[in-house]
Structure formats: structure tokens, C-alpha cells
């Protein structure tokens, strides 16, 4: 059974960073793709970023810019360093990963900026 264990979530001030980590269990294979979306009340799950193979990076265009995805895909873990993060990007984030056509998704962590 894959299981996603999310971390790093919680309260941050406006402007302030927050670190993201994923790990996946339950698998030999490397992921296809490992990655973290967000969604806040009201409207849809959106991409923040991915990794492609471990190699290759892909940002939504909402944090580009703001965001760094690093990626093991030898051990499966996925982290995110966010900056200067904004109160409209208050939402539960999710960490997703393919491996082949198979997809799963993490419980999601929740991410709140307030002062």
C-alpha cells in the first residue's frame, strides 16, 4: 500500500517561508512524477510545482518565481521552500505522486498566512 506522509505545515506571517516535505512508502519504484498542489476553500486544486523524474522541474504560475522544488526520486520524497508567502495562499496543500499510470495523493497539510 502507497501511503504520502505530508509535513511542514502550519501558521506563517505575511511575507514569511515555510518548508514542505513529502515521503513516500510502499513502493520500489521511483515516482514518474512527485509533486505539491494546493487548494483553498471555493476554488479548484491548482499546481504549484513538480518534479519530472527527479530531473526536471515544472512551477505553476502562481508561485513561480516564490517556490523551490527539490526532489529524490531513488527515495521518493518531494520538499518545497515557499517565500513570501500571502494570506490568498492560505489553503491545505497536497502532495501528489505518479509512478507509472498510477496515481496517489497525500492526506494534504494545512498552510495558513495570517498576522
Known amino acids: 500500500q502507497v501511503q504520502l506522509v505530508e509535513s511542514g505545515g502550519g501558521l506563517v506571517q505575511p511575507g514569511g517561508s515555510l518548508r514542505l516535505s513529502c515521503a513516500a512508502s510502499?513502493?520500489?519504484?521511483?515516482?514518474?512524477?512527485m509533486g505539491w498542489y494546493r487548494q483553498s476553500p471555493g476554488k479548484e486544486r491548482e499546481l504549484v510545482a513538480a518534479?519530472?523524474?527527479?530531473?526536471?522541474?515544472v512551477y505553476g504560475d502562481s508561485m513561480k518565481g516564490r517556490c523551490t522544488i527539490s526532489a529524490d526520486n531513488t527515495k521518493n520524497t518531494v520538499n518545497l521552500q515557499m517565500n513570501s508567502l500571502k494570506p490568498e495562499e492560505t489553503a491545505v496543500y497536497y502532495c501528489?505522486?505518479?509512478?507509472?499510470?498510477?496515481?496517489?495523493w497525500g492526506q494534504g497539510t494545512q498552510v495558513t498566512v495570517s498576522s
Open positions: 501528489k505522486m505518479m509512478i507509472g499510470i498510477y496515481e496517489y
Open positions: 510502499g513502493t520500489r519504484f521511483g515516482f514518474r512524477s
Open positions: 518534479s519530472i523524474g527527479g530531473a526536471k522541474t
